[in-house]
């Protein structure tokens, strides 16, 4: 028995050709924003002593700097008074 092939049966299908993604843009740099500060309680009127001398200091303005600032005296970093 012999089969008797179509013209249905030997059409290819229609391949869809997929295009190709678009060229990717170079990444453009955006400028850099300070990091919101987490505040480290340090607020107006947190008092500071040094352990050498014992002078002790309140803080009056914020300065709103992004690292920590340090505060010396007697050549030691002072530490927060509790």
């Known amino acids: 028995m012999a089969i008797k092939k ?3 049966n030997t059409k290819k299908k229609a391949v869809s050709k997929t295009k190709k993604p678009a060229a990717k843009k170079p990444a453009t740099k ?3 924003k300070p990091l ?3 505040k480290q ?3 107006k009127g947190t008092k500071f002593s040094c352990e050498v001398c ?3 200091i ?3 303005e914020v300065c709103g ?3 920590t600032c340090d ?3 007697c050549s030691e970093q002072m530490t927060k008074k509790k």
């Open 54 to 56: 014992g002078l002790i």
């Open 65 to 67: 700097c992004v690292e």
């Open 36 to 38: 919101a500060k987490k």
């Open 71 to 73: 505060i010396l005296c």
């Open 58 to 60: 309140s803080v009056d």
């Open 6 to 8: 179509t013209a249905s």
């Open 41 to 43: 309680g340090i607020k």
């Open 30 to 32: 955006k400028p850099v």
